[in-house]
Nanobody, 115 residues
């Protein structure tokens, strides 16, 4: 079992920055890929960025160049640095981690970007 806890969400003006953290606990040695997803009201949950254990990253087109995903395997922590935020980035952001084929989710953290 893996537990994921996100932090760092909040309210920010357009053009501002936020950093999200996700700390994993439990059976963390088996974690391979991790990622950030987001869900806005009325929308499905969608991938924002993913990162392999070795550091290979992938981004949604809508955030590429503005967001940076990283991880510290020694600290079992996943990060998402979000710059040049836009109102359309407003959503609940979820941390995800895979152990084998099983995915785990955090409880989510709200990010609100005002115009």
């Amino acid at each position: 079992q893996v537990q994921l806890v996100e932090s760092g969400g909040g309210l920010v003006q357009a053009g501002g920055s936020l950093r999200l953290d996700c700390t994993a606990s439990g059976s963390t040695s088996g974690i391979s890929s991790m990622g950030w997803y987001r869900q806005a009201p009325g929308n499905q949950r969608a991938v924002v960025a993913t990162i392999t254990r070795g550091g290979i990253t992938n981004y949604a087109d809508s955030v590429r160049g503005r967001f940076t995903v990283s991880r510290d395997n020694a600290k079992n922590t996943l990060y998402l640095q979000m710059n040049s935020l836009k109102p359309e980035d407003t959503a609940v952001y979820y941390c995800n981690a895979y152990v084998g084929v099983r995915g785990y989710w955090g409880q989510g953290t709200q990010v609100t970007v005002s115009a």
